[in-house]
């Protein structure tokens, strides 16, 4: 243990610099621990020991030369593994590890998968391990439910017959069967989803008939997307010419070459965990030449879409609909790197804000595009002066999901207290393609809390001696400088310890706030510099136990810093958040764009700690959070299918958008959706409102009878037949030789039949005369057969306005439409924006002219002649005929 002694206290905006101790106790060090090389691979693992704390976590550490390490203590001592899994008098290469792999089933097992042809099974979380020989492994997919059963790939054959196995255990590891060949990819099922089971795998396979590959680089039209719930003794083809697929519970993708265009592919999503795949629609007829899944939280989808060559410095990025299938665009030009990686963030905690970097369009051209890639393939070679040659990139910040994006506000004074000034100036921050300098960072467990590194300026630039290092506690809305220079940062304890250190530079220092970065203290953690490339902590950031890694010469160097009990005193007072005597607050989220504290539709009030307090949560604490819906606004709504944002942040249609699609659907049934261009954020709760009314789909009656018309048409039908067999029953009673000689004549008679009283039908007296009474009147129905009055013309007007929408014309003009009504194929039909007519989506034929009412049939000789005025009176029946 080593006791704080001389620390700097930096005050922010102050930037007074004092000298003092640690309020109270100690920070816990280990002493390093080098090992053989940098840290290539950290793993955090539930401990499984006995007596251990509920939170206790098994860290293993696999270097750049394959060596594993173990700490049973959260970092605090370490054990080379090596003794354990070589041979007496093995060569050390013989057990270099190139991929661990855990079992989400039973934490105890795990996979130390080598370069050569051993492998190294453990059962006991590393307690010891057994060896298997099994050959060279491709890849390996440990079973989510079962952790005995493993599935792995192995080469065989010789070029250019060249291909992958694949091999199934069923006792963690010592014994394989072949189930398998031509394979590419594969993984298991989730076998709790409807359908699957134990044996359910996803795979890429090669037709096994057809010719040799040359290449392994190409897409391939003879590779399909299969599926198989007995282990590959039967299967089915689910996406034909499906070459790759990624996950990212609960979505598949799945990216289907075009057998006609080789560089071309389209994608498939399912939203279900592989069950149903539907094909991805983009709103652009652009070649789809890769993909990327960015993000995949929140009921939506980001896929990040190369259309050009795959070198490209830039790519689009779409957000999906609730099911992840029809795409919009949200943001161009993304920038990227030669890896495919793209500085897009989600911020941890709070829903619905992202951050990118992307390529300034009124500034890039051609000789700024190929800078782009030229630099992208140098950073990736570590190359200096690259960040010389990368295109002007903004920073740009979204908190509806997407939907719209601003510029990040700068701080109005730097670190040091000075006044900011600078001209039409954003905050710019790196991302994940900058390399070594720190990215945009948040964690789920720090409620709005980011730390990044970037410069306040037009554009984002790496130069050290312009990269600061940035903090928001808002969720991005305000940021301030808390540090000149580039520094690698990690939140612990639920936010309220904050660590950092300067990685651009040898340091034996790191800089410790418990105020959100009010104060900062220094601390020297050894006395030898360090190259530092990372402080780490568990994965859910709760724990005030750090691991902070790097190299020294040509060693790695692992140490824990503890500050459990650096302060002793807990955070109290939740229950009372808010009050002067609590050391909690209540704190709201919301959007840049809107007022009231709302954010995807709902205002969140989250409990935290304040920020001037300093105390700990501790592990367990327990984040409390209200929520309640907001009346809907604009900034609740994306754009929809084929919409994308103009200007005026209003959605139009895409240039050359195809029509199809946005009619009434071949299986409509009663009425049918038709979007005005907006569809409401996906995870947005917002309820009624103004926007809500404006911008929701219309809903529309189907065409013609659909579903429900064949219904009702159907029932009338049935109930004709019904009344037709009842009077001519009733007919025939009351002696009529020939009921009727015709349908005609049936009409005539169920026309009449109120004239032959109530012995005609059953004595209804009073009700059945008044019933029929009122068909005799058919004036009315004679002008509409379905009864629909004057809603003709509301039908019209209805289908011209489905055609303003298609048309992407406006309500309020831009359209204007054809002539009155017609018959056939005479209908009203809206402009079109060239000048040109189409035709009506919805028309409803004109009723044809009344006809004269139809004679009524003879009567019995003993009857009176009928009565010639529109209505008759109702006559005694005549007498009923004699049957003897």
């Excluded at 990025?317 to 500085?343: E, F, I, P, Q």
């Excluded at 301030?480 to 300067?502: C, P, T």
């Excluded at 409390?624 to 900034?635: A, F, G, L, Q």
């Excluded at 004239?755 to 058919?778: E, H, I, K, N, R």
Aim: hydrophobic residues 35%.
């Amino acid at each position: 243990m080593l006791r704080v002694s001389k620390v700097a206290l930096y005050a922010v905006p102050a930037c007074l610099m004092l000298l003092a101790s640690a309020s109270a106790g100690m920070i816990g060090t280990s002493r390093p621990f080098l090992i053989d090389s940098t840290v290539a691979d950290m793993q955090w693992v539930n401990s499984t020991e006995p007596g251990h704390k509920p939170n206790a976590k098994t860290v293993f550490v696999r270097s750049a030369m394959g060596s594993i390490y173990r700490s049973f203590d959260d970092g605090m001592n370490w054990v080379s593994q090596r003794d354990k899994m070589a041979g007496d008098y093995e060569e050390p290469y013989k057990t270099r590890i190139q991929q661990m792999l855990f079992s989400k089933a039973d934490a105890r097992y795990a996979v130390m998968r080598g370069y050569g042809e051993a492998n190294w099974f453990t059962k006991d979380q590393g307690d010891s391990y057994y060896r298997s020989e099994f050959g060279v492994i491709a890849d390996m997919k440990l079973h989510p439910k079962n952790p005995e059963w493993l599935l792995s790939s192995q080469y065989q054959g010789s070029f250019p017959n060249r291909y992958l196995s694949l091999f199934l255990s069923t006792d963690f590891g010592r014994s394989w069967k072949k189930i398998a060949s031509n394979i590419y990819q594969f993984e298991w099922a989730d076998p709790t989803i409807k359908g699957f089971t134990e044996k359910t795998i996803m795979a890429c396979i090669r037709k096994s008939d057809a010719s040799p590959k040359t290449t392994f680089m190409d897409w391939d039209p003879n590779i399909d997307f299969v599926r198989t719930h007995d282990f590959f003794e039967t299967s089915e083809i689910v996406i034909a010419h499906g070459n790759r697929f990624a996950i990212h519970s609960p979505y598949w993708f799945v990216a289907a070459m075009n057998p006609q265009e080789e560089l071309e592919v389209k994608l498939h999503v399912s939203a279900d965990q592989g069950r149903v795949f539907q094909r991805a629609l983009f709103p652009y007829q652009l070649s789809e030449r890769s993909y990327r899944v960015v993000d995949s939280k929140e009921e939506s989808v980001f896929v990040q879409v190369s259309h050009g060559t795959r070198d490209s410095s830039s790519a689009n990025v779409y957000m999906s609909g609730a099911k992840g299938h029809s795409y919009t665009l949200s943001l161009r030009s993304v920038v990227k790197d030669y890896r495919g990686l793209s500085d897009f963030e989600h911020i941890n905690g709070v829903d619905g804000v992202y951050i990118a970097n992307v390529i300034d369009a009124s500034e890039q051209g051609a000789e700024a595009a190929l800078l782009g890639g030229l630099s992208s393939l140098l950073m990736g070679a570590g190359a200096e002066g690259a960040e010389d040659l990368k295109p002007p990139t903004r920073s740009k910040i979204s908190f509806d999901k997407g939907a719209m994006w601003s510029d990040l506000k700068p701080p109005q004074k730097d670190s040091q207290g000075r006044v900011l000034q600078c001209d039409d100036c954003a905050l710019h921050l790196n991302g994940k393609t900058a390399g070594y300098l720190g990215p945009v960072y948040s964690s789920a467990s720090s409620t709005g809390l980011i730390m990044a590194t970037g410069n306040v300026g037009h554009h984002l630039h790496a130069r050290q001696d312009e990269t600061n290092t940035y903090f928001s506690r808002d969720a991005g809305r305000t940021w301030e400088e808390i540090r000149k220079g580039s520094y690698i940062y990690e939140f612990g304890d639920h936010g309220a310890l904050m660590v950092m250190a300067n990685n651009r530079e040898a340091t034996n220092r790191i800089l410790y706030s418990w105020n959100e970065g009010l104060n900062w203290t220094e601390f020297q953690f050894w006395e030898h510099h360090i190259e530092v490339e990372n402080i780490i902590t568990e994965p859910s950031g709760t724990s005030q136990v750090f691991i902070v890694y790097g190299r020294r010469n040509d060693k790695g160097v692992l140490m824990q810093l503890n500050f459990e009990t650096l302060h002793e005193r807990r955070c109290s007072g939740i229950n009372a958040a808010g009050a002067d005597a609590s050391d909690y607050e209540m704190w709201t989220p919301a959007d840049e764009l809107r007022a009231g504290g709302c954010l995807l539709g709902r205002k969140v009030t989250f409990t935290r700690r304040k920020r001037a307090v300093q105390c700990f949560n501790g592990w367990d604490y327990d984040r409390k959070e209200d929520s309640r819906n907001c009346v809907c606004e604009r900034t609740d709504y994306e754009c929809d299918f084929g919409y994308q944002v103009n200007e005026q942040n209003t959605c139009e249609r895409v240039p050359d958008m195809p029509m199809a699609g946005y009619g009434a659907p071949s299986d409509c049934a009663g009425f049918f959706t038709v979007s005005r261009g907006y569809r409401k954020v996906p995870g947005d709760s917002c309820v009624g409102g103004d926007a809500e009314t404006r911008l929701e789909p219309l809903r529309l009656s189907c065409p013609g009878f659909g579903r429900t018309g064949m219904v009702l048409v159907g029932v009338t039908l049935g109930l004709g037949a019904v009344f037709a067999l009842f009077t001519y029953q009733r007919r025939k009673e009351m002696g009529f030789a020939d009921p009727w000689r015709s349908t005609g004549d049936c009409l005539d008679f169920v026309r009449g039949g109120s004239s032959y009283g109530p012995a005609m039908f059953g004595g209804f007296g009073a009700y059945g005369q008044a019933q029929y009474t009122g068909l005799v009147d058919t004036g009315d129905l004679e002008d509409d057969d379905f009864g629909l009055g004057e809603d003709d013309d509301e039908a019209q007007v209805l289908g011209e306005s489905l055609h303003e929408y298609a048309l992407g014309i406006s309500s309020d003009g831009g359209g204007g439409s054809g002539g009155g009504g017609g018959g056939g194929g005479g209908g009203g039909a809206a402009a079109s924006p060239s000048g040109g007519q189409v035709p009506d989506l919805i028309s409803i034929d004109s009723p044809a002219p009344a006809a004269s009412s139809p004679s009524l049939p003879p009567r019995p000789t003993a009857a009176p002649p009928l009565p010639t005025a529109p209505l008759p009176s109702i006559a005694p029946p005549p007498p009923a005929p004699n049957r003897k």
